[in-house]
């Protein structure tokens, strides 16, 4: 029986892994494009399948919308209490005591 020309019993381990190193210096760029292809190829599968065809029933969308809603509410309370914190500040600042200017001998 022939396998590339030769005889199995022709065949040495040596024999074998001397084919398979020059197998992998001859096409390892073309090994390498393959596996970036297929790597590419399954990340737009993937992306696509995530974006556009995702699966949500109708009770989980509206599951999701009303925990969101929920978080998005003003909070008028706390607003006031911010506003009444900044204008004392500003009250504050505005009753600024007079000192007098010890450098330039005012």
């Known amino acids: 029986m022939n396998i590339f020309g030769k005889k199995i019993a022709s065949i040495t381990p040596g ?3 001397r084919r ?13 494009l393959a596996l970036l292809l297929v790597t590419v190829s ?3 599968w993937f ?5 556009y065809q995702y ?4 009770e989980e969308k509206r599951v999701y919308l ?5 978080e998005t509410n003003f909070k008028e309370e706390n607003f006031k209490k911010a506003l009444d914190a900044v204008s ?14 010890i450098f330039y001998g005012e």
Do not use: M
Request: no cysteine; net charge positive.
């Open 88 to 101: 004392a500040r500003k009250d504050s600042f505005s009753e600024r005591n007079e000192y007098r200017d």
């Open 15 to 17: 024999g074998v892994l």
């Open 42 to 44: 399954y990340g737009l």
């Open 20 to 32: 398979l190193i020059l197998v992998w210096y001859f096409s390892h760029k073309y090994l390498f």
């Open 55 to 58: 699966h949500w029933t109708d």
């Open 47 to 51: 992306w696509k399948q995530t974006v």
């Open 66 to 70: 009303d925990q969101h809603a929920k």
